[in-house]
T-cell receptor, first 113, second 112 residues
């Protein structure tokens, strides 16, 4: 079946602009995660959605970052007033209810100029 | 919170040799430990995982061991092949919280 998809694959934006990144999880997966991977670094947790529960936002680095998940499926990560340090690959993952395995999308490479 | 340390950061082996990557974690509540392989420009792919109720798991040429007392776990790749060349990440979480804490990665190069 189809895996996790993300769009756009690449985004170049000017410092100070807002950006929206989209994630489509695997069909039927109830859990959705956002991670950030800076160049040559490991993955850093940002936010986690599970069903209708309140999201775990403990990894969001500042209040410029927010995310929502509509209808329990698609998620959008929004970064307001982008800064150069926001440049990274933003990865989305999903998992099915009761299972710990997380499957990643291809990521969105964000470049802030 | 959880902290995961991974080493070595780079590892070069000859084709056919074994490779071992080691990780330590800090949170004794962690009970799920996956390993991901990431090829250049690609998404991380789950290659094997282990839960805290077992000490070892094997899948063909790949095995993972877990020592809960010492809080460390290792990835073992035997009979390495050039296509094993990639960056490998370990991670840890407790299945209640779910958010993965990743190690910093190991770049494995298998020389033909």
């Amino acid at each position: 079946g189809a895996g996790v998809s993300q769009s756009p694959s690449n985004k170049v934006t000017e410092k100070g602009k807002d950006v929206e990144l989209r994630c489509d999880p695997i069909s039927g997966h109830t859990a959705l995660y956002w991670y950030r991977q800076s160049l040559g670094q490991g993955l850093e947790f940002l936010i986690y959605f599970q069903g209708n529960s309140a999201p775990d936002k403990s990894g969001l680095p500042s209040d410029r970052f927010s995310a929502e998940r509509t209808g329990g499926s698609v998620s959008t990560l929004t970064i307001q007033r982008t800064q150069q340090e926001d440049s990274a690959v933003y990865l989305c993952a999903s998992s099915t209810s009761g299972r710990a395995e997380q499957y990643f999308g291809p990521g969105t490479r964000l470049t802030v100029t | 919170g959880e902290n995961v340390e991974q080493h070595p950061s780079t590892l070069s082996v000859q084709e056919g040799d074994s490779a071992v990557i080691k990780c330590t974690y800090s949170d004794s509540a962690s009970n799920y430990f996956p390993w991901y392989k990431q090829e250049l420009g690609k998404r991380p792919q789950l290659i094997i995982d282990i839960r805290s109720n077992v000490g070892e798991k094997k899948d063909q040429r790949i095995a993972v061991t877990l020592n809960k007392t010492a809080k460390h776990f290792s990835l073992h790749i035997t009979e390495t092949q050039p296509e094993d060349s990639a960056v490998y990440f370990c991670a840890a979480t407790d299945t209640g919280r779910r958010a993965l804490t990743f190690g910093s990665g190991t770049r494995l190069q298998v020389q033909p």
